[in-house]
């Protein structure tokens, strides 16, 4: 199976610091563009960050920019959210995607473009 595992979500205080991962599996994300999306309770789906083929390009959302750093391994097969300075509007499941990119310097913030989704991780910020 060809699957996105994110890990590492939790409670967190306000102010506090979280690391996701997304692990793949059955794939490479070497040919790959990769997402960080977030939904909160009685929300949509938002957007969070991207990151290109060659984890050189991002973007970041404008709520996020300055707290949180994405980031890719490809030898390990894994990219990470650094999240920073949270806070309880950052509470939401949040979910890895993958985008099969046709450039190394790729980028998209829409959801419907990415082709693989993980399960999501729960993600609390509360004191």
């Known amino acids: 199976q060809l699957q996105l595992v994110e890990s590492g979500g939790g409670l967190v205080q306000p102010g506090g610091s979280l690391r996701l991962s997304c692990a793949a599996s059955?794939?490479?994300?070497?040919?790959?563009?990769m997402g960080w999306f977030r939904q909160a309770p009685g929300k949509d789906r938002e957007w969070v960050s991207c990151i290109s083929r060659s984890g050189v390009s991002k973007m970041y959302a404008d709520s996020v920019l300055g707290r949180f750093t994405f980031s890719r391994d490809n030898a390990k097969n894994t990219v990470y959210l650094q999240m920073n300075s949270l806070k309880p509007g950052d509470t939401a499941v949040y979910y890895c995607?993958?985008?099969?990119?046709?450039?190394?310097?790729?980028?998209?913030?829409?959801?419907?473009?990415?082709?693989?989704w993980g399960q999501g991780t729960q993600v609390t910020v509360s004191s």
């Open positions: 995607a993958a985008l099969k990119a046709p450039d190394s310097d790729y980028l998209s913030s829409a959801g419907d473009e990415y082709y693989y």
């Open positions: 059955g794939f490479t994300l070497d040919y790959y563009a």
